[in-house]
């Protein structure tokens, strides 16, 4: 599992509450995702760290802010969820050599947004 | 933008029987990767087997193996020897192999593989 935890694994909230999803790494990877998966869609980008505070867009970066002040953990925070952003979250790390890169993922964080 | 189409939603295979599972995808770009992963019911994502596109040869992983079409710009995965525990949606990805674009997977709708025993 590369050494990928996500936190919480469930979690309902009500619209307009902010939320904050956390990824943990226990091997030092330097790259990080956050991906979302709803059906007919796909998994999707939402951010990406290459660093400590280095993070960057992704294809459906609207409504969410990210944040990586160690090597180990990247936060996604939701500022006032919606019920759009109901979705199921993957955090995901790449291993190996440039050009050899492969992602892993996480298990998942289902949220619900009431 | 890269796309990625998967245009069977739904497949089916007989336990033993062989698969395959079709995705074709569209870019500009000459050098990029392209990925087949798993998700089972445990919602895990699972890495089945990766293709560089500067390779000719098809990637094979064991059971798996790539029919990998760089000028038509497809890219199937085939299952030989089918098992219970290969029901799972299936996953076709894309990506970029240098520049913005190299940090972000674009990944296909899925589609979803039942095995009858």
């Known amino acids: 599992d590369a050494g990928i935890t996500q936190s919480p694994r469930h979690k309902v909230t009500e619209t307009g509450t902010p939320v904050t999803l956390r990824c943990h790494q226990t091997?030092?990877?330097?790259?990080m995702y956050w991906y979302r998966q709803d059906p007919g869609h796909g998994l999707r980008l939402i951010h990406y760290?290459?660093?400590?505070?280095?993070?960057d867009k992704g294809e459906v970066s609207d409504g969410y802010s990210v944040s990586r002040s160690k090597t180990e953990d990247f936060l996604l925070t939701l500022e006032s969820a919606t019920s759009s952003q109901t979705s199921v979250y993957f955090c995901?790390?790449?291993?190996?050599?440039?050009?050899?890169?492969?992602?892993?993922f996480g298990s998942g964080t289902q949220l619900s947004v009431l | 933008a890269q796309t990625v189409t998967q245009s069977q939603p739904e497949m089916s295979v007989q336990e033993a029987e062989t698969v395959t599972l079709s995705c074709t995808y569209d870019?500009?770009?000459?050098?990029?990767?392209l990925f087949w992963y798993k998700q089972p019911p445990s919602r895990q994502m699972i890495l089945v087997i990766r293709q560089e596109a500067y390779k000719q040869q098809n990637a094979t992983e064991n059971r798996f193996s790539v029919n990998f079409q760089k000028a038509a710009k497809s890219f199937s995965l085939k299952i030989s020897d089918s098992q219970l525990g290969d029901a799972a949606m299936y996953f076709c990805?894309?990506?970029?192999?240098?520049?913005?674009?190299?940090?972000?997977?674009?990944f296909g709708k899925g589609t979803k593989l039942s095995v009858i025993p």
């Open positions: 760290s290459y660093g400590v505070k280095d993070t």
């Open positions: 870019t500009s770009e000459s050098d990029y990767y």
């Open positions: 091997e030092n990877h330097r790259y």
């Open positions: 990805a894309y990506r970029a192999y240098s520049g913005a674009g190299s940090y972000q997977l674009t």
């Open positions: 995901a790390i790449s291993e190996g050599e440039q050009g050899q890169e492969k992602l892993f």
